[in-house]
């Protein structure tokens, strides 16, 4: 079955832990990226990866790290989590990056920081 | 940036009623998606729709790119329906960032 698999799914730790949030597709993707969801707020793109080992900043990069060594995988880093990174958090992947294809969402990490 | 609006913010509605949800943005796009966020979280495809006319079932959209606007359609509404909808645009602008709007949170009542 074609998917983006995320893992965890939810996740409790404490300020300053760091953490990884693996994130990863099976349909020959170019295209990565990650957002966050906040109440208020909608969707906001943390980071995104046109191709492998290229990537570059969405809108709220602050506070977060990404890799992309091969196609499949990209996973989120939170080097030092703090509060304000209590959020629910998407990966999303798609044929290409130029905009001309459908996205496609992971099931979504909730993660809160204590 | 291009800015991405929906209306209506919220909408509440019978089971087996009509509605239209809108889709405004303020520059041209290549990409325009919808989809509904579930009560559980998950997003889930309904559409790909830079122009043209779609439909899936009982849901069907149109986006109108000279005009900027983008309308989903959902006839007869199921209970199941229920969530946020999101809109999603990519603009020709080359910044291949997706930007989403702020939803419109639909409750149908049985």
């Not at chain 2, 199941?80 to 602008?93: E, I, L, P, Q, R």
């Amino acid at each position: 079955e074609a998917q983006v698999t995320q893992n965890p799914r939810y996740l409790i730790t404490v300020t300053g832990k760091k953490l990884t949030v693996t994130c990863s597709q099976n349909m020959n993707h170019e295209y990565m990226s990650w957002y966050r969801q906040d109440p208020g707020l909608g969707l906001r793109q943390i980071y995104y990866s046109m191709n492998v080992e290229v990537t570059d900043k969405g809108d709220v990069p602050e506070g977060y790290k990404v890799s992309r060594k091969e196609k499949r995988n990209f996973p989120l880093i939170l080097e030092s989590p703090s509060p304000n990174q209590t959020s629910l958090y998407f990966c999303a992947s798609s044929l290409s990056g130029l905009g001309d294809y459908e996205q496609y969402f992971g099931p979504g990490t909730r993660l809160t920081v204590t | 940036g291009i800015q991405v609006e929906q209306s209506p913010p919220d909408l509440i509605l019978q089971e087996g009623a009509n509605s239209t949800l809108r889709c405004n943005f303020s520059d041209s796009v290549n990409n325009l998606q919808w989809f509904h966020q579930n009560p559980w979280g998950q997003l889930i495809n309904l559409f790909y729709i830079p122009s043209g006319t779609k439909q899936n079932g009982r849901l069907s959209a149109t986006t109108v790119a000279t005009e900027r606007y983008s309308l989903l359609y959902i006839s007869s509404s199921q209970t199941t329906d229920s969530g946020v909808y999101f809109c999603a645009v990519v603009s020709t602008s080359g910044t291949y960032k997706y930007i989403f709007g702020t939803g419109t949170r639909l409750k149908v009542l049985a």
